[in-house]
């Protein structure tokens, strides 16, 4: 999912009559041979010979668990530094496949920009860091106005252990309508650097009123960090709300930009003539 800010809320517990989704993010920050990276999510599929199969399974009994799949047969090869997600089921040394026929993964961002042909969908995420100067450009709310929000230069050793959501041009349909075809623009953001203010109850109706009638609620969807350090989030979706949305959260608040450009190259630079209309 794109989750626009994710909002974080470390206290919450919840409820046990309530579904939610465990957090597969978009991006993550891990050292590979002793530097920092940014990876991100890219799932292997099955070819069309099995998804064909694994389809009319479904349609035929409907779930997804016994469906018997051939890893090493039935799905395309993974890219090189391809890596499974963590703590997803292994059998016999392959990983086992979620309920959508999908095996989670992330991949180096480093590596994207040269698979831009087969992958172009996550091409943008090496676009939003400079490995050379080992920093990300990153959009949060400003350290001292929290009416602000800001764009700035951040050392990827912050951000180590961190996930992040990419939003952008050509990421997910654009809802926060950032940059242009000719001129696109993406951003990361940290999940939690957006902090829910009026905290609703784990309660169906009372999420759904925050998300209808509050101004914070003008987002995608609520990630809670939980004390095992777990992801959870529920989406817009979930609750049978739409998305995308005129007016959204992040739309609303101005931007400044917070960044020293002599000390980066050009891959950066161009960050000066940008015009926020706001």
């Known amino acids: ?83 499974p997600a963590k703590e ?18 992330t991949m180096m961002s480093l590596l994207m920009q040269f698979c831009k042909k087969n992958n172009k969908q996550y091409c943008w995420h ?32 912050d951000l180590l252990e961190q996930t992040l959501e ?13 940059g242009s075809k000719k001129h696109p623009l993406h951003l990361p953001i940290p999940h939690g650097a957006f902090q829910i203010r009026n905290l609703p109850s784990l309660k169906h109706n009372h999420l759904l009123s925050w998300f209808e009638g509050c101004k914070d609620g003008k987002i995608e969807g609520i990630v809670w960090h939980c004390s095992d350090g777990c992801l959870i989030k529920v989406h817009r979706h979930h609750l049978g709300l739409c998305w995308p949305i005129p007016d959204t959260y992040m739309n609303s608040r101005p931007v400044i930009i917070n960044m020293n450009l002599n000390k980066c190259d050009s891959k950066f630079a161009r960050l000066k003539d940008i015009i926020f209309d706001v």
């Open 88 to 105: 997803i089921e292994q059998i016999n040394g392959n990983p086992v496949p979620d309920e959508n026929g999908h095996i989670p993964g």
């Open 126 to 157: 090496s676009s939003v860091v400079n490995y050379e100067f080992e920093i990300a450009l990153v959009l949060k709310h400003h350290p001292d106005d929290s009416g602000l929000l800001e764009i700035s230069a951040v050392p990827l050793s």
């Open 166 to 178: 990419l939003i952008g041009t050509n990421i997910n349909g654009n809802p926060c309508g950032l």
């Open 1 to 83: 999912y794109l989750d626009e800010g994710s909002v974080q809320c470390k206290t919450a517990q919840p409820d046990s009559s309530y579904k939610f989704c465990l957090l597969h993010s978009f991006a993550f920050v891990i050292t590979f041979l002793d530097q920092p990276y940014l990876w991100a999510r890219l799932d292997r599929k099955p070819n069309k010979q099995a998804e064909k199969r694994f389809k009319n399974f479904l349609h035929s009994k409907g779930n997804p668990k016994e469906f018997f799949w051939n890893v090493e047969e039935d799905f395309k090869p993974a890219p090189e530094c391809w890596i």
